[in-house]
């Protein structure tokens, strides 16, 4: 199996599907245990998955944002965890593929690791700054020393680093007021994992603390300077939403194959044939579809238009992670309803999309950011 070598959409959706079906089955001990999922990233890398997103001109396939999301949802069916890990990862060369804010040199030098089987995330959020969307500065420093930059500082939530070749730093220039974003390759003498992470929801997504003790880098390193919590429309960020959608979808899967099956002896058939069951089913087929076409729809959009209209897109954006993100807790939480008790049981799934679906609400924008955004955008209109 090779991604690259796929030669359509369906044909790159049946290789994942082949995969999602090997995940899934792995996907309750990762969860009970809080392991990390080496051996599905191990695959995906092997299967060229992990280098979709590399512009062509690197060896890439520089597949559209509408791929990309349609490959992350059907991931996710199988395991949540590991499509939110690996989303950052091909959601970031996406971005960078598309802006390149980066210097050609360095990122070529990125894309050509990541070819390789190199994985890269941004670690941003900190203790004291809270969700870095909400413009806090960060409390990680960066220090000049001749041509390099010496930086220290702890970062939380940085999901993959089990297995991250690079990690992107934000952290505050020390003597000036700016922030930047630094390229920090895994190796770098001063770079630590602190195994902190112990969230009930995507237990799998290894997000655990990052601690910089001095580490130096070239100068060429810092990547990029940016001014915390503002980030433009963001297209990449939909993985998240994909993520959601899909673990939602699972949930379905999985509840209307047991009322298919169910069969009490208080009534005759299953209870697929109960209207107050089947109207749950319908209610979580409504949606679904509603959060699919929007989802899609804006994704179409952002493949479709340049960059300054890209740029305008930033309402509709945070809307789509809003409304496919509640969407999905609502599905769950109807598939559960379908099931009853054993839904609770810690041998079934839909206690663990339970979980893991709630973590959507604290993933990039919040929930209240939209709504206020939105409003400021009706208001001024
Ligand atoms: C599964 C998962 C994976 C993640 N992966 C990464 C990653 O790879 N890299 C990374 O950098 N981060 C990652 N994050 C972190 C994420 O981006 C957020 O930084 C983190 O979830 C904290 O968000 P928060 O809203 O709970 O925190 P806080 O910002 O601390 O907010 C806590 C609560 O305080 C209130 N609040 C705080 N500040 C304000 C304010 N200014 N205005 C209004 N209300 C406020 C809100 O009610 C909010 O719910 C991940 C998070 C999760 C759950």
């Not at 680093?161 to 770098?188: H, K, Y």
């Not at 209207?275 to 319908?282: E, F, L, S, T, Y």
């Not at 899609?296 to 789509?320: G, H, P």
Request: glycine content about 8%.
């Amino acid at each position: 199996m090779d991604f690259h070598k796929a030669r359509s959409i369906e044909e790159r959706l049946q290789f994942m599907d082949h995969l999602a079906v090997k995940f899934r089955e792995r996907a309750n001990n990762i969860d009970e245990e809080g392991r990390f999922p080496f051996a599905n990233m191990k695959e995906l890398k092997e299967a060229g998955y992990t280098s979709l997103t590399v512009p062509t001109e690197y060896g890439g396939s520089a597949i559209s944002l509408y791929e990309l999301l349609r490959l992350q949802e059907k991931l996710a069916e199988g395991d949540g965890s590991t499509a939110l890990s690996i989303g950052w990862h091909m959601g970031i060369i996406k971005n960078l593929s598309e802006k390149r804010i980066w210097k050609e040199d360095i990122f070529r030098k990125v894309c050509d690791e990541v070819r390789k089987g190199a994985l890269i995330n941004s670690a941003a959020s900190e203790a004291q700054t809270g969700s870095p969307t909400r413009g806090g500065k960060p409390q990680t420093t960066a220090r000049k020393e001749g041509d390099f930059w010496v930086i220290s500082g702890r970062k939380i939530f940085t999901t993959l680093s089990p297995m991250l070749d690079f990690f992107i730093v934000s952290a505050s220039i020390e003597g000036q007021n700016e922030v930047g974003n630094f390229l920090i390759p895994r190796s770098t003498e001063g770079v630590n994992i602190e195994e902190t992470w112990d969230s009930v929801a995507m237990s799998g997504t290894g997000s655990h603390d990052l601690v910089l003790d001095n580490v130096k880098v070239r100068a060429e390193n810092m990547v990029e300077k940016i001014v915390p919590g503002k980030k433009g429309a963001n297209g990449w960020l939909l993985h998240i939403p994909a993520c959601y959608l899909g673990i939602a979808g699972a949930a379905q899967n999985y509840a209307v194959q047991f009322a298919k099956e169910y069969s009490p002896n208080s009534i005759q058939g299953t209870i697929s044939d109960i209207p107050a069951v089947r109207q749950k089913i319908g209610e979580m087929e409504l949606e679904l579809m509603n959060a699919r076409h929007f989802l899609y729809s804006v994704a179409k959009q952002w493949d479709a238009t340049n960059d300054e209209e890209r740029k305008q897109m930033s309402a509709e954006l945070s809307a789509v992670k809003l409304a496919v993100t509640n969407a999905a807790i609502i599905v769950v939480d109807l598939a559960m309803r379908v099931v009853g008790a054993r839904s609770l049981s810690r041998q079934n799934p839909l206690q663990r999309y339970y979980r893991d679906v709630r973590a959507g609400l604290h993933n990039p924008p919040m929930d209240d950011m939209t709504i206020e955004l939105l409003a400021k955008n009706v208001i001024g209109r």
